[in-house]
Each structure stands twice: as C-alpha cells, then as structure tokens.
C-alpha cells in the first residue's frame, strides 16, 4: 500500500485536543500554556513532582489510577494518584534525612520496576536533581555518568549493583550512598541502604520545599560525535512543555490509559513515560519485560490501551512478525498511535493503518530539547514518511552555518539543511553540565542547532534527511563514537580503533568497530572474538560494537584524523569521494572482519 498523504476526517479532527494546528499555532503562548498547572501551593514557585502527582492527590483524581506496573512474570503493581504521593513523599524524606540538599545529583540505574518511577518522582519532590541511567550500560558507561554527575546518591537493585557498580565505586568519590532494592534474598549488599527499610521507616507526608522555575530537575546523558557524554540539564520549567505537549502532541487526557514503551534511563522514557501522562492526569501502564511482539499485543488489548508512544524499531519487529498477529489481538479502544527516535519509514506508518486501522503520527525531539518539538498532530493529515509540523510556540528553521555565531536561512522548500530552533520553549537545556563551551556552541545565529538534516516541503511539513555529525542511532539509543573507541582502545592489542554507524534494517543502524592491532599481536578470529566479548563487558549490551573488523591500519589524513567518512563509504559499498587529503595507507593483508552471530 503506498500513500503520499493519509487524511483525518472531521470527526477525529474536531474530537482532538487541538481541532485546528493553524489555529493553535497563531493563539498559542506559553505563557498561557503555563496557566494549566497548579504550580506550588503558597505560590513557592514550580515543581514538576507537585504537578505530575501531589495536586492530583488533593484532589478529585486522589483514588484514579496512576501506573499500572506489569512485571515479567505477571505480577501487577497498581498505584493510584495517591499512593503515588505516599510512596514518592516517603522517597523524598528518605533523601532529605540523608542530608541530600536541593541541586544534588540522584542518579538511578535501574530496569523499569516500580521503585525507578519512585525515586523519579520523590528526588524531584525532595529539590534534587534526578538523572536517570539506562540500565543495559555497562561499569565504563555507568562510571562516566556518574562521575560527570557528581551523583551523590544511586538508587540501583542488589543485582546490578553487585554487576556493574560495586567495582568501580572506589572511583567514584562524590557518590556517598547506594540505595538498593533488595532482591529474592531481601538482603542489601555491604555498604548501601536497603530501600525497603528506608520507605518503611518514613513518613507519608512531605512538604515540597520551593523549587523554582529556573531550578535544576533533571540531568540527561547524551552523546556528540567527540569527547565524553554530555549533560543535559533541566529545569522544573519543563513541565510546562512536558504537560502541553502530551496533551497537543500525543493528545492525551485524563481519561486515558498511555502505554510508552520508553525506558525512563533514556529522556522518552523520563518526559513521556513519568512526567507527560501523569501531569494530564491519565494512566500510565509500565511493562517490565523486554520487547515480545505478541506480549504486545495482549498488553494493548487487556490493558485497554487508548494512547501508544513507542519506536521505529519496535515497530519494524512488529512488522517482521507479521500484521495477522496483530490482528488476533483487537485492540479496540486504541485510538492514537506515536512513534519517536529515529526515521519511521512510510511503510511503518502505513502498516499502523493495516494492523491497527491507525497511522503511526512520527514526532521528533532530542535530549536537549526535553519535550516533542515536531510532530504529526491527531488532527492533521499524516504525511508518511514526514516528521510532521513544529508544536504551537515552537519555531524551527532549515540553516546552514556560515560562521561561528552566523548562520544563513535556507529559503527553499525541499532543500536540505540543518534544523534550527529558536529557543525559548519551557523545556530547552540551560547547559550541558560543566561545559559551558560546548553548549554555547550549540547556537548561532539566534537559533539552537540540532545537528539533524533536515529539508520542509511546501506544505510546511519537515522531512528527516540523516544526521550532521557521527553519532550512532542503533534501536533508538543515541551512542557516541569516542566512548565506544575509547573502550576498545584500553586491550591491550589495539593500537588504534574507530567506530561507524552502519545501517541496519531492524535498529536503523548498528555500531561497527574497525581496529588495527599493536605490533606482536597477529589478527585472527579468536581475538576478534575476544575484542567484542571484551566491549561488551566493558561498556554493556546497548553500547558496544555488534560487528568488530581488524585491519592492518586505519585510513588517516595528513593530519593523522582517522577517516570514519571513508570507512563508511566502503563498508556500504559507496564512492570513496576526495581522498586528498589521505595518507598513503599499510597493505591489506592481515585483516579479519564479521559480526557477533
Ligand atoms: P536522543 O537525544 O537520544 O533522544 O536522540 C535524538 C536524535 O534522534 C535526534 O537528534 C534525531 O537524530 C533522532 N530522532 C529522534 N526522533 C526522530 C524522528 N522522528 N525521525 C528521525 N530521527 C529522529
């Protein structure tokens, strides 16, 4: 089935949260925006845990459900919007007696169990700054957050921590305690809190302290092509967005019941799959399990799913596992299906129509943005394959850079540039942590550049064309080159190592490594072995190279900068483009390449 433009009919546009886009997008402020929240009671400023949770509890919604946790083996955790309060109230106390002061980093390393949406919540109620760790990292990963942080506490579980924390606790001298979520065995290792105890023995009833618009919230880790991970920060302000753009965007309301298949340790995860539902006052549903097409389907159809936010990867298994099976499973009361964090293919949108009678409504956003910024709105004509429009009171443009701090405004529908916004919106960043040069960076010319390729067709429309820079994509996670190099670079057999994105028809792309090895050390396929298996220890299942080729050198310009560009190009079997600049290369001859499987 092919479709250049999937049109809504009258009836879905005027039942949508927002009839009318072009209407929206001419009344819209956000300072109205911000008069749909409560803020602080007393006037003491904005938090994002008093919007998301405690002026529910107060009132009408205090007995509605709030999450409904459905774990692996088919236990079923319920909380309704006051139960929320109580437990995330108790969290907070339990950080404020641990003499966790407001600005203080709380890091989570945690699979998505109740106790990550707990400590979510309750360091946002507390002042503290939450930031969340995907819990696929492996000990490097985990210890270059945590240390950029500063984190001075970690919620984890017994078993990761003994896994992946306990060995490099001593380099992490800010983090002064590890709250842990017992296991089977109930017990805590030696030398954390037993987060069990802690909740038991606190007290239900917590004031939030004032937090400020303009206070710091929540700390998410991104990766650029060079250096380390960066840290995005956010304010309580961001609710503003996160509130908004649920309800425009996704167009939730409370009588809802959302499933976002996002892990809160990546930013989908936190702004959509915590904060977004719960501050429209709507249902989340939370499943621990890892993805299984036809568990799925039955969480769709039993947990009466009306709103679904999920991913172009996910969706692409879906499809591999064939539209009949989504069709054994009706799920009716689905009404709005979204997808968010790489290129969804028009085929994918329109299969939404085959297996849901839904079109997947493709929306963009990025760490730094903190809130969806483009997006195929419910009451608009879906456009297959297109990201959508720009959400009321955003403003994007098409640029190319032509200086440091200037930029030129690509005029021309169709023409490809970098996407550009003005910033503004509640949700922005306000910095990358301790870099403040490589945040200013990020603008020019008045505007925030995303470093995506970008072209906007005549009907406004934005259309993704790749990325201005070297980051990876691979099943929706965003990994940087260098971390990935530098964990390779620590065998001692590797002399030099550099990572590419190589596409991929399931995960949009994978990560590929090429090494060359250090004299004394021949190439074979044992030690190819050995180097994935060595990465994967090292940086975790989510980061680390799935393919690993050795060659007798890497291609290097005159200037010694390995040429990831001319990699890529062979290994997609491309034009090699200008090689000017390329230092003559070692003979091929000792090399071994191939996958993980
Ligand atoms: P992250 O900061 O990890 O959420 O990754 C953000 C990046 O994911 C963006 O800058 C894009 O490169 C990519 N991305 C997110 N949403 C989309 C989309 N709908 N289409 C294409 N790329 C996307």
Redesign the pocket.
């Given at each position: 089935m092919a479709w250049d433009v999937i049109e809504k009919t009258a009836g879905t546009r005027r039942a949508s949260n927002m009839p009318d886009y072009e209407a929206a997008r001419r009344q819209f402020t956000w300072t109205e925006a911000r008069r749909m929240l409560d803020g602080l009671p007393g006037g003491r400023g904005l938090n994002i845990a008093h919007e998301a949770v405690d002026r529910h509890a107060a009132g009408p919604l205090a007995g509605k459900l709030a999450l409904r946790w459905l774990g692996r083996n088919g236990t079923v955790r319920d909380f309704t919007y006051d139960e929320l309060r109580r437990q995330t109230s108790r969290f907070a106390g339990v950080l404020t007696r641990l003499g966790v002061q407001p600005g203080d980093v709380v890091a989570s390393l945690c699979a998505r169990i109740p106790e990550l949406y707990i400590a979510a919540l309750g360091t946002l109620k507390c002042g503290a700054v939450f930031s969340p760790l995907f819990s696929a990292f492996g000990p490097e990963p985990i210890h270059t957050r945590l240390e950029k942080a500063q984190a001075r506490v970690l919620v984890t579980t017994a078993s990761l921590y003994r896994r992946k924390v306990s060995d490099i606790r001593a380099r992490l001298p800010h983090l002064e305690h590890v709250i842990v979520v017992p296991g089977e065995a109930a017990d805590a290792p030696a030398g954390t809190h037993n987060l069990r105890q802690l909740l038991d023995a606190a007290d239900d009833r917590f004031v939030i302290p004032a937090t400020q618009p303009e206070s710091l919230a929540l700390l998410?880790f991104?990766?650029g092509t060079t250096g380390q991970p960066k840290g995005a920060m956010h304010v309580h302000e961001a609710v503003v967005a996160h509130h908004g753009t649920t309800r425009t965007a996704l167009d939730l309301r409370p009588d809802d019941r959302f499933w976002c298949t996002a892990d809160p340790g990546?930013?989908?995860g936190t702004s959509y799959g915590i904060v977004g539902p719960l501050t429209v006052g709507a249902t989340g549903i939370v499943d621990e399990a890892d993805f299984d097409a036809e568990r799925w389907y039955r969480i769709l159809q039993q947990e009466r799913v009306t709103v679904w936010y999920t991913a172009?990867t996910a969706i692409r298994m879906l499809m591999k596992a064939g539209v009949d099976l989504a069709r054994r499973f009706p799920a009716p009361d689905l009404r709005f299906i979204a997808?968010?964090?790489?290129?969804?293919n028009p085929e994918a949108v329109v299969w939404g129509v085959e297996a849901f009678g839904l079109p997947f409504h493709?929306?963009?956003?990025?760490?730094?943005t903190g809130g969806i910024m483009?997006a195929n709105f419910a009451s608009m004509d879906v456009r297959p394959g297109s990201?959508g429009r720009p959400l009321p009171g955003v403003d994007i443009a098409v640029v190319r850079r032509t200086g440091d701090d200037t930029v030129d405004v690509v005029t021309d529908p169709g023409t490809v540039g970098e996407l550009a916004i003005v910033p503004g919106w509640p949700s922005m960043f306000r910095g990358y942590l301790r870099d403040e040069a490589r945040y200013r960076r990020s603008f020019a010319g008045g505007y925030y550049l995303?470093?995506?390729l970008v072209r906007m067709d005549p009907n406004g429309y934005c259309w993704?064309v790749g990325?201005d820079n070297d980051?990876i994509?691979s099943s929706?996670?965003?990994i940087g080159p260098f971390e990935v190099e530098s964990a390779l670079m620590e065998h001692p057999a590797v002399a030099e190592a550099t990572v590419i994105g190589k596409p991929d028809p399931m995960a949009y792309e994978i990560v590929k490594a090429f090494v060359a090895l250090k004299p004394g050390h021949e190439a074979s396929e044992t030690l190819r072995l050995e180097l994935i298996g060595f990465a994967r220890t090292r940086l975790g299942a989510a980061v680390a190279p799935k393919e690993i080729d050795v060659l007798p050198g890497l291609p290097k310009t005159r200037s010694g900068k390995i040429m990831r560009r001319l990699l890529k190009a062979r290994e997609l079997g491309l034009p090699e483009g200008d090689l000017s600049t390329l230092e003559p290369e070692p003979a091929a001859g000792t090399s071994t390449s191939g996958g993980t499987s």
């Open positions: 998410h991104t990766s990546w930013v989908t172009p997808s968010v964090g790489e290129p969804l493709d929306n963009w956003w990025q760490t730094e483009i990201m995303t470093g995506d993704f990325r980051v994509k929706g996670h965003l």
